[in-house]
């Protein structure tokens, strides 16, 4: 009897001890911001699909039946959770360990393909902004070997650094954009912006010709791969300050964020282009060049160097705490949680992580390595969607599935609706949270807020 009362009380989701939690509101609303955007770029391919009117369209829609609901049980829970790992430590409650892993992996290889990505793109896009060639096999790899271990040494110092790095990064890269959107929009009245461009409100709400005939699949899954990924910065919850504050205000404004980032540029260069068939990855910048003027198009050029930068480090970050939570919680050796005395940074994951970029990024195959990677992408989310439902309305499968973690604050999100349910504390706080994720079934045990 007295071995099963011991088991009833052994958790799955292993405790973590205290540690110092600097990721803020500001900080994780970047890291969000790279995990599912990273940029306006990339959204040209819907307006030559089916114009700037049904793209907007089509972003709102995706937004509010997708994106929505996919931020949602991420800040659910991730208060819940709110330890390294994330969606690793979801799945791993819901339906055991060795889903857990399975689920952790999908993920580890998918973002590990993305990022291997990122030190091609930030060559052309510095040859783009440079107007130079930088195709030399030294230069390039050059080039390549410099962009990596420069945002490794961000990582090495530490996720509040990343985090303020992150900040910065999308600050840069948005700066152009808000300033050629705000000159576009002084022309929708008369037809010529302040510094004479010109602008049609016709195409910026238009439709190609013969729309009916596009490929609308393509162009779904376009705006479906934009506005995904909500889930990322869940892996790095056991570093954010007040979790259950922090993070469900991050995701609200991550949101917003995201949804102006693609739908204000949409809208303000297809004004300023209206041939729609021209629009391909990269038209932004011709645009620019075209009508604004060659300042415009470098500043856009340099934007995109700046958006592969902040897309190249949250993949690290992705990656580099998905392992190290996997190995806090006993999923994989102990030796890969190992942080750094002064940083706090998981120095064996995040070694683990580059070792995997070196190792993949020779490839040159993109679009079957993108392929795969989507298809690994869409099982893991389907795993965290079941978790989600299966935590959420029934009960976990053993009698040790509940979690003991530091809870960071008395009340959960604010983005769902919560029922009272009291929950065990400590002696010494007597206090009854009655704001908590509406799982009943699971007790969370907190320890105040982790210093």
Same mark, same amino acid.
């Given at each position: 009897?007295?071995?099963?009362?011991?088991?009833?009380?052994?958790?799955?989701?292993?405790?973590?001890?205290?540690?110092?939690?600097?990721?803020?509101?500001?900080?994780?609303?970047?890291?969000?911001?790279?995990?599912?955007?990273?940029?306006?770029?990339? *959204?040209? #391919?819907?307006?030559? #699909?089916? %114009?700037?009117?049904?793209?907007?369209?089509?972003?709102?829609?995706?937004?509010?039946?997708?994106?929505?609901? =996919?931020?949602?049980?991420?800040?659910?829970?991730?208060?819940?959770?709110?330890? &390294?790992?994330?969606?690793?430590?979801?799945?791993?409650?819901?339906? $055991?360990?060795?889903?857990?892993?399975?689920?952790?992996?999908?993920?580890?290889? /998918?973002? $590990?393909?993305?990022?291997?990505?990122?030190?091609?793109?930030?060559?052309?896009?510095?040859?783009?902004?440079?107007?130079?060639?930088?195709?030399?096999?030294?230069?390039?790899?050059?080039?390549?070997?410099?962009?990596?271990?420069?945002?490794?040494?961000?990582?090495?110092?530490?996720?509040?650094?990343?985090?303020?790095?992150?900040?910065?990064? =999308?600050?840069?890269?948005?700066?152009?954009?808000?300033?050629?959107?705000?000159?576009?929009?002084?022309?929708?009245?008369?037809?010529?912006?302040?510094? @004479?461009?010109?602008?049609?409100?016709?195409?910026?709400? %238009?439709?190609?010709?013969?729309?009916?005939?596009?490929?609308?699949?393509?162009?779904? =899954?376009?705006?479906?791969? &934009?506005?995904?990924?909500?889930?990322?910065?869940?892996?790095?919850?056991?570093?954010?300050?007040?979790? $259950?504050?922090?993070?469900?205000?991050?995701?609200?404004?991550?949101?917003?964020?995201?949804?102006? &980032?693609?739908?204000?540029?949409?809208?303000?260069?297809? %004004?300023?282009?209206?041939?729609?068939?021209?629009?391909?990855?990269?038209?932004?910048?011709?645009?620019?060049?075209? !009508?604004?003027?060659?300042?415009?198009?470098?500043?856009?050029?340099?934007?995109?160097?700046?958006?592969?930068?902040?897309?190249?480090?949250?993949?690290?970050?992705?990656?580099?705490?998905?392992?190290?939570?996997?190995?806090?919680?006993?999923?994989?050796?102990?030796?890969?949680?190992?942080? =750094?005395?002064?940083?706090?940074?998981?120095?064996?994951?995040?070694?683990?992580?580059?070792?995997?970029?070196?190792?993949?990024?020779?490839?040159?195959?993109?679009? *079957?390595?993108?392929?795969?990677?989507?298809?690994?992408?869409?099982?893991?989310?389907?795993?965290?969607?079941?978790?989600?439902?299966?935590?959420?309305? *029934?009960?976990?499968? *053993?009698?040790?599935?509940?979690?003991? #973690?530091?809870?960071?604050?008395?009340?959960?999100?604010?983005?769902?609706?919560?029922?009272?349910?009291? !929950? /065990?504390?400590?002696?010494?706080?007597?206090?009854?949270?009655?704001?908590?994720?509406?799982?009943?079934?699971? +007790?969370?045990? @907190?320890?105040? +807020?982790?210093?």
């Amino acid at each position: 009897m007295a071995s099963e009362d011991s088991d009833e009380r052994q958790p799955l989701i292993a405790p973590q001890p205290r540690r110092q939690r600097n990721v803020t509101v500001l900080s994780l609303v970047a890291i969000t911001y790279f995990a599912v955007a990273g940029g306006p770029e990339g *959204t040209e #391919t819907l307006i030559q #699909t089916g %114009g700037p009117l049904y793209s907007v369209v089509g972003f709102l829609v995706v937004g509010i039946l997708w994106s929505i609901p =996919m931020a949602l049980m991420s800040a659910e829970l991730t208060t819940a959770f709110p330890e &390294n790992g994330g969606y690793v430590l979801w799945v791993t409650s819901a339906f $055991g360990q060795q889903t857990g892993e399975m689920a952790g992996w999908l993920q580890f290889v /998918s973002s $590990g393909v993305d990022v291997c990505i990122y030190p091609g793109l930030f060559l052309v896009y510095l040859e783009q902004a440079l107007n130079v060639d930088l195709h030399d096999p030294a230069t390039e790899w050059t080039v390549k070997i410099a962009f990596v271990f420069l945002l490794l040494l961000l990582n090495v110092l530490g996720i509040e650094s990343v985090g303020h790095g992150s900040t910065a990064f =999308m600050l840069l890269l948005l700066a152009p954009f808000v300033l050629i959107i705000l000159i576009a929009f002084t022309g929708v009245f008369s037809g010529t912006t302040v510094l @004479g461009w010109p602008f049609s409100v016709e195409s910026m709400v %238009g439709t190609p010709d013969e729309a009916w005939k596009a490929d609308w699949p393509a162009f779904f =899954m376009v705006l479906l791969w &934009n506005m995904g990924y909500w889930e990322g910065a869940s892996v790095c919850a056991g570093e954010v300050a007040n979790v $259950g504050t922090v993070f469900p205000q991050a995701m609200a404004i991550a949101m917003v964020v995201v949804l102006l &980032n693609y739908v204000l540029p949409i809208m303000a260069f297809a %004004g300023l282009d209206g041939d729609y068939a021209a629009f391909d990855n990269g038209h932004y910048i011709a645009v620019a060049r075209d !009508v604004c003027g060659g300042h415009f198009a470098y500043a856009l050029g340099v934007a995109q160097t700046v958006s592969v930068c902040g897309l190249f480090a949250n993949g690290i970050i992705k990656n580099t705490y998905l392992v190290a939570g996997m190995s806090e919680q006993g999923l994989l050796p102990s030796v890969l949680c190992y942080r =750094m005395p002064v940083t706090r940074a998981p120095v064996a994951a995040l070694s683990l992580s580059v070792l995997i970029i070196f190792l993949i990024m020779p490839l040159r195959t993109f679009k *079957t390595i993108l392929g795969v990677d989507i298809d690994l992408y869409c099982i893991a989310l389907l795993l965290e969607i079941g978790a989600f439902l299966r935590l959420r309305y *029934t009960p976990p499968p *053993t009698p040790n599935r509940h979690i003991r #973690t530091q809870f960071p604050h008395c009340r959960c999100s604010h983005f769902q609706h919560a029922r009272r349910t009291r !929950v /065990s504390r400590p002696k010494d706080c007597g206090q009854v949270c009655s704001r908590v994720p509406p799982m009943p079934t699971i +007790q969370v045990h @907190g320890a105040g +807020q982790a210093s």
